[in-house]
C-alpha cells in the first residue's frame, strides 16, 4: 500500500495507550502526537527525537517479545501437529532472540541513530545504565521459566485436539466503539468444535489486576469480531514463568463495563486535543510531566525532558 502522508496521526484508542496517558502525559504526548512524522528527512529536532526514543525496548519487553515469539512459533508448530519441543529448546530460542537484541544494542548506537525503527536497541545500553546484576539474574530465571511454563501449557492439548481452529496469533485488529478504532492484539484465539471460544494471554512477568481488564477487552474484541456469544468465551491468563494459569469467563454485564471504560477514557483524552475530528492536540505544555519522577530515569522519553526536569527542581 502507497505510504500516504498525514500531518497528525489517526486517532484510536488502545490498551497499552491508556497505561501510557495514567503513567504520564508528557509520555503520552511524546509518544503518540510528537513522534508522528519523526521517520521523515527534514522532521523536526523533537520529532525525530521522539521517534526514536519511542522505538526503545528494555530489558523485560524484550524478553515478554521473546517469548511471544517462542509460543507463536509453538502455535504454528502444533497447528501442523508436530510434537512440541523440549523446554531447553524453547529456552534456547529465547536466549538466542535475547543475545540479538543485547548484540545490536552494544554495537549498533551509530546504525541505530540513523534507522531506530530497524535496529533493535535496549534502553539500559542507550542511555548507559546498563543492566544490574540483580537484574540479569531475574531475567535468567524468567527465561528459564518461561521457557518451562510455554511447553508445560495446558493450550497444547487443546489445540491439538481434532477440529480446533485458530483463529488469530498476535495479530493486529481493531474494533470500533462508539466511532473510535480500538487496537487490540490477543496473543492466540481459537475455537473448539461444540462452539467454545479460547483467548489465550501470555504472562511473562507479575500477576496484576490489569491484565484482568485487558483480556476482558480481548473478550469483547472476539464478541464483536466473530460474533460469539460471551458465555462461550473463555480467556486464560497464562502466567509463564509462575507456571500457572487462571482460566476467566465474563458477562454481558462485564463487557458493558468495558465499553464504558474505553469511552471514558476516550473521553478522557480528548479533552487534551485542540481538534478532536483531525486529532490535533493541544500545546505540549498542555501535558504535564508526571510528578511520579522515580520513574523518570528508566522512561524512554527521558532524554527529551531531562532540562525541564531539571529546571523544575531547581
Ligand atoms: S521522563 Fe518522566 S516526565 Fe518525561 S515523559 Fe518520561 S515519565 Fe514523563
Redesign the pocket.
Same mark, same amino acid.
Given at each position: 500500500m502507497a505510504y500516504v502522508r498525514t500531518e497528525y496521526p489517526p486517532w484510536s484508542w488502545s490498551f497499552s495507550r491508556k497505561q501510557v496517558f495514567a503513567? *504520564?502525559l508528557?509520555?503520552y504526548y511524546?509518544n503518540y502526537y510528537a513522534a508522528h512524522n519523526g521517520w521523515e528527512d527534514n522532521a523536526p529536532p523533537e520529532a525525530a527525537l521522539a521517534y526514536r526514543l519511542k522505538q526503545l525496548a528494555n530489558i523485560y519487553t524484550a524478553l515478554g517479545d521473546a517469548v511471544h515469539r517462542a509460543a507463536e512459533n509453538l502455535v504454528a508448530r502444533t497447528s501442523r501437529g508436530r510434537a512440541l519441543p523440549a523446554a531447553e529448546e524453547v529456552e534456547e530460542e529465547i536466549r538466542r532472540y535475547m543475545r540479538r537484541i543485547w548484540k545490536s544494542s552494544r554495537e549498533n548506537r551509530e546504525q541505530f541513530l540513523m534507522r531506530p525503527k530497524r535496529v533493535d536497541m535496549l534502553r539500559e545500553f542507550y542511555y548507559g545504565t546498563g543492566v544490574s546484576e540483580a537484574v540479569l539474574a531475574r531475567i535468567n530465571q524468567r527465561i528459564t521459566q518461561s521457557a518451562a511454563g510455554l511447553v508445560h501449557s495446558s493450550v497444547w492439548a487443546h489445540l491439538a485436539r481434532p477440529g480446533v481452529q485458530v483463529v488469530s496469533c498476535e495479530q493486529f485488529d481493531t474494533i470500533t466503539i462508539d466511532g473510535t478504532p480500538v487496537f487490540a492484539v490477543p496473543d492466540l484465539v481459537f475455537w473448539v468444535p461444540g462452539g467454545q471460544w479460547i483467548v489465550v494471554d501470555w504472562k511473562s512477568g507479575e500477576e496484576v489486576e490489569e491484565n484482568r481488564e485487558q483480556v476482558a477487552l480481548y473478550v469483547l474484541f472476539v464478541r464483536e469480531k466473530y460474533g460469539a456469544d460471551v458465555e462461550s468465551i473463555t480467556a486464560r491468563l497464562e502466567y509463564l514463568n509462575l507456571q500457572t494459569s487462571t482460566e476467566l469467563r465474563f458477562t454481558e454485564q462485564d463487557l458493558l463495563t468495558v465499553e464504558q471504560n474505553v469511552l471514558a477514557s476516550v473521553e478522557e483524552m480528548k479533552r487534551l486535543l485542540k481538534d478532536p475530528d483531525l486529532n490535533i492536540p493541544q500545546p505540549k505544555e498542555r501535558f504535564a510531566?508526571?510528578e511520579a519522577?522515580e520513574? *523518570?530515569p528508566w *522512561?524512554n522519553?527521558?532524554e527529551? *525532558?531531562r532540562a525541564e526536569?531539571e529546571q523544575s527542581v531547581s
Open positions: 503513567s *504520564c508528557r509520555r511524546y510531566l508526571t519522577r520513574q *523518570c *522512561c522519553f527521558f527529551l *525532558c526536569l
